[in-house]
């Protein structure tokens, strides 16, 4: 049977179909490209390595914050089999309807892919659940590390760190969602030191999501490159006699160091472990702390303003010399009235020149200068003088940020001309209106490391470098900003001689007696700044030696009357112990931390 | 009748050649489908590449084992081969093993059988036996009966055991009675058939009825109008009315759920790529990854880390597509292309009827398995589970595929001799 016809017809159907599917193979795989994505899809995981954050020393190599190891429970729900739940939830201490629900979060992210199960996992906890890690199918361990704080101080400047939220990682291309960022201090202006560079390693993996060997023979891996470890200015022994001498106190210290401006110490209380805020339990540490009525979260030291009381009179003195409307033998009479309001003053001897005025901080003879400074006719205006008297005082570093490589520093306030107008209205005002700016107090608005700072320009006699906290990164010097910058005041170097003379004299005889210590030559100046809202703050200043100084210290004691009583104690304490590393006068020592000025709590 | 000098003579070494390249590129395949890390020998009889080689190895005996025996063996005994095998059916029915749903199997100790793979050659060898009787006319009803009757035990025997693929192979006699005389409209009818069906899946059935009753009105109104051509064009229209309005009856009530998944997944109806419609996807994006020439032999990440099912079985070709990509498909499609070719060309220069029609069953056979298993896995037909022939892995069809086709090597060495 010869028939042709079919056999056409057959060879035909065969070779349309084959024909067809040629086609077909060429489209999905010469052609489209998304099949290679899918199957990269499958087979390709991104695993992250995470760096250790660098460490923190203090200027002496002592640590001050570490990294420890703690372990990110991780679960593959696909691989979890049925297990013995109770024991496993009492290991990381859970119930067990917990238990279910985590799981169920887990799946619900994925079957196949891993999620965190249980975050930072203590050693110890690892400890005990590694032995049994084995019976637990599904779950493993991820190493993370968490800051760690050996000695429980300087909370606010060493700052913490906390997980990334969704709003950053849309903004900032470098981080992804579980990875850990400085949120305030140290750790948050000194992130991209710090937190070092993470690390991919890219695997495939099996249907199963098992791990199958690494991609492309780890071409496209990189490894994970620790942070930079960071020393810091503080001095932790000095910083932790700080923070013991302001016990049950309301306050703050900053110490730096006059020639270089390396903060040696500064305090803020009260404070907080900084231990309190790491990891699991920050948040609710936290909240805690945020309904504490002394609000133990305000860092006092750059962010609380004061009125600088008398310690301002010698900003004021200098600012007067340098426009020659007093000399140091200026004398003016021992009375300021103005209508029916006049200044009173401590008895003290009369007559006194400019020296003999620091010495006493006579009210009187400063309201007089400043009046005599911004009613000048050679300004023609109460206005134009001061708004110059204004311009000398920001060159204190005074009503403007410094600069200090910590996060939320405020610039404190020095109010502006367009302030009084508003207040007084236009040319109704002049400086027998604001005359107690005189004598550091009205409007004034002071940071204590600000105050801290106008004594290293007193120290330096008329310059400060900006004050910071980090002095090297790695093994090399702080280049990240510009702090080997001299920042010059307006106020020629001549006119700080008689200004120290006058703070000497304080010391030596005057309200800071109690300040002396050894021979060491100090310079200080107390205050006390009017708070409307109850007992005066305890102010002192002062920087020693006067040769060659070591330390500038403000001691601000919140609520504890004359500056001599608290202040200037805790700053002596401070500074002895900073330059002969001894306390030589113990009763004052236990004295000052058995001192508790902390405000009845009301319940 | 003279003999042969050697059983070497007339051979058609075409048809080996590209058997065993094929067998060859199945083996390498498995192997790089199934790799496993601790058993890189592909000699392992432990994995699935080392038992293949057994199954090459087997394969080869029987293959000169029928080269040895007398070509006319086949002819004479094609029916107690038809009926031994029948029984077979039967016994697996009874005594077989389920395996993935599907009671096919038989168990001696390690090894596993499949008997409905050996019916095909069989059912092959029967029908061209029949069909070559002298006097035999497809126009008669009694052959068509008698032929589909041949074809009909097995298919229902092997629906039995629930393994429709198989089942689905038996269809391709359909061009082998073509050949052999049948009407070329049962092939269109045939066609247009399936097509409705899919078209009753996909589209509202009215709108379907009321096109083709549109077709009939045109059809009668240009054709001459005779009472045949009205009464013919009606009853087609009838007919196919009746087809689109039984398709959701034989979707829901005949087919099985799985195959009504497949058939969703493949008219996209079904998109769950965890479901029902993992496998096809992961087989296309197998395939679909392997570019212009493939991601390289064991780099296949989609068969290698298990992402394709059954990747050494049915889902043979994404290996290839994968690994070696379009030219490697192109490579593979082009042998079966010749060996399809050459079949049928062996067929039209037997002088034995017996031969010619075996060879046209053959490549019938072939062209299905071919044609349902690769569609299956670049998404073009649901998911049938049917070998590659001489690729997959599995003792059980590669021995049937070398049986069917060695025994038309060995029949068409006989060409020269045999007048009828």
Not at chain 1, 144 to 172: C, F, M, Q, S, W
Not at chain 1, 268 to 297: F, H, I, M
Not at chain 2, 282 to 311: H, M, R, Y
Request: charged residues 20%; proline residues 3%; aromatic residues 12%.
């Amino acid at each position: 049977m010869q028939n042709s016809g079919q056999r056409f017809v057959i060879l035909g159907i065969f070779t349309v179909v084959i024909f067809i599917y040629l086609v077909r193979l060429f489209y999905i795989q010469v052609i489209d490209d998304n099949y290679k994505l899918s199957a990269n899809n499958n087979v390709l995981r991104y695993i992250t390595e995470y760096p250790a954050r660098g460490l923190v020393y203090d200027r002496t190599g002592k640590l001050l914050v570490y990294n420890e190891a703690v372990y990110d429970l991780m679960v593959i729900p696909k691989q979890v089999k049925d297990f013995d739940t109770t024991s496993f939830c009492e290991i990381i201490g859970i119930s067990k309807e917990e238990f279910e629900k985590k799981l169920k979060k887990a799946r619900t992210y994925s079957r196949v892919k891993s999620s965190i199960f249980e975050k930072q996992l203590s050693a110890e906890t690892y400890a005990v659940l590694q032995e049994k890690l084995f019976k637990f199918h599904g779950f493993y361990v991820q190493p993370r590390t968490l800051r760690k704080y050996p000695n429980k101080i300087a909370g606010h400047t060493l700052g913490y760190i906390g997980e990334v939220d969704d709003k950053l990682v849309a903004k900032n291309p470098y981080y992804q969602s579980g990875d850990y960022i400085g949120v305030s201090g140290l750790e948050q202006s000194y992130e991209v030191e710090l937190r070092g560079q993470r690390g991919v390693r890219i695997v495939m993996v099996d249907v199963f999501n098992r791990e199958k060997g690494s991609f492309s023979n780890g071409e496209y891996d990189s490894a994970a490159v620790s942070g930079q470890n960071l020393v810091t200015t503080l001095d932790l022994e000095l910083q932790m006699l700080g923070e013991r001498l302001l016990e049950n106190k309301i306050g703050s210290v900053v110490a730096i160091e006059p020639s270089t401006g390396e903060i040696l110490a500064i305090v803020t209380k009260p404070g907080y472990d900084p231990n309190l805020l790491v990891g699991r339990v920050r948040s609710k540490n936290y909240a805690q702390l945020l309904k504490d009525e002394l609000k133990p979260l305000f860092n006092r030291a750059m962010m609380a303003y004061y009125p600088p009381g008398s310690t301002f009179k010698l900003v004021n003195a200098l600012i007067a010399q340098q426009e020659s409307i007093i000399t140091p033998s200026t004398v003016f009479p021992h009375s300021f009235v103005v209508g029916s309001k006049s200044v009173k003053c401590h008895p003290h001897p009369g007559g006194l020149s400019l020296e003999g005025a620091v010495q006493y901080s006579c009210n009187p003879y400063f309201c007089n200068a400043f009046r005599a400074f911004v009613d000048n006719r050679k300004f023609v205006t109460s206005e134009n003088g001061y708004k110059i008297w204004r311009d000398y005082v920001l060159s204190f570093g005074v009503g403007r940020k410094i600069g200090v490589d910590l996060p939320h520093e405020l610039e404190g306030n020095v109010p502006k001309v367009d302030f009084y107008d508003r207040y007084y209205g236009k040319g109704r005002w002049k400086a027998s209106t604001i005359f107690s700016l005189g004598i550091g107090q009205g409007e004034l608005g002071i940071t204590p490391l600000q105050m801290a700072n106008i004594m290293c320009i007193i120290a330096n006699k008329g310059y400060y470098y900006t004050p910071h906290i980090v002095k090297k990164i790695g093994d090399k010097t702080n280049s990240t900003r510009n702090l080997s910058e001299k920042h010059v005041t307006l106020v020629d170097a001549s006119h700080f001689e008689v200004i120290q003379n006058g703070m000497q004299k304080v010391v030596e005889a005057g309200t800071a007696r109690i300040a002396r210590f050894g021979n060491v030559v100090i310079c200080g100046k107390t205050g006390t700044a009017q708070n409307p809202h109850g007992k005066d703050h305890s102010l002192f200043v002062a920087f020693a030696p006067r040769e060659n100084p070591k330390i500038a210290i403000a001691v601000m004691v919140e609520n504890s009357g004359f500056g001599a009583t608290w202040a200037a104690p805790v700053a002596s304490l401070m500074m002895e112990k900073y330059l002969t590393d001894s306390i030589s006068r113990p009763e004052l020592y236990e004295r000052m931390i058995k001192g508790n000025l902390l405000p009845t709590k009301k319940d | 009748m003279r003999k042969q000098k050697s059983i070497f003579e007339n051979i058609d070494w075409l048809i080996v050649g590209i058997y065993l390249v094929l067998v060859l590129i199945g083996w390498v395949n498995i192997y790089a489908a199934v790799y496993n890390e601790e058993h890189k020998s592909i000699l392992d009889i432990s994995q699935n590449y080392g038992r293949q080689m057994v199954w090459i190895a087997t394969s080869l005996v029987l293959a000169i084992f029928i080269l040895v025996i007398d070509g006319k063996f086949f002819e004479a005994f094609a029916y107690p081969i038809y009926g031994f095998v029948l029984l077979i059916l039967v016994a697996v029915l009874l005594f077989g093993r389920e395996v993935a749903g599907s009671k096919s199997w038989f168990e001696i100790g390690a090894f596993r059988l499949q008997p409905a793979e050996f019916a095909k050659f069989a059912t092959n060898m029967a029908l061209a036996k029949y069909l070559s009787t002298v006097n035999i006319n497809m126009k008669d009803f009694r052959t068509k009966l008698v032929a589909g009757t041949f074809i009909i035990i097995p298919i229902a025997m092997i629906l039995l055991q629930n393994d429709t693929g198989s089942a689905l192979v038996f269809c391709s006699f359909i061009f082998v009675l073509y050949r052999e005389g049948l009407s070329q409209n049962v092939l269109i009818i045939g066609f247009f058939a399936v097509l409705l069906f899919v078209l009753a899946l996909m589209v509202s059935k009215i709108i379907i009825v009321s096109v083709l009753a549109g077709i009939a009105v045109l059809a009668i109104a240009l054709l001459r109008k005779t009472r045949k051509n009205i009464i013919t064009i009606s009853v087609i229209l009838a007919l196919a009315a009746g087809v689109v309005f039984s398709v959701d009856y034989f979707f829901h009530n005949v087919l099985e759920p799985h195959q009504k998944q497949r058939i969703n997944v493949l008219l996209g109806k079904d998109t769950d790529l965890k479901g029902a419609g993992y496998n096809v996807n992961q087989s296309l994006i197998a395939i679909g990854s392997g570019g212009l020439t493939g991601k390289g032999f064991l780099n296949g990440t989609q068969t290698k880390f298990d992402f394709v099912p059954e990747q050494s079985t049915d889902f043979i070709f994404c290996t290839v597509g994968e690994e070696w990509g379009f030219l490697g498909s192109l490579v593979i499609l082009g042998l079966f292309t010749a060996l399809l070719y050459r079949i049928l060309f062996i067929a039209e220069r037997q002088k034995s009827d017996f031969t010619r029609i075996y060879a046209y069953g053959v490549a019938s056979i072939l062209f299905i398995h071919l044609m349902v298993n690769i569609g299956m896995t670049i998404g073009l037909l649901p998911v049938i589970g049917i070998p590659l022939p001489f690729l997959s892995y599995g003792g059980s069809s590669l021995w049937s595929f070398t049986i069917l086709l060695f025994i038309l090597v060995k029949l068409d060495s006989y060409r020269t001799f045999i007048l009828r």
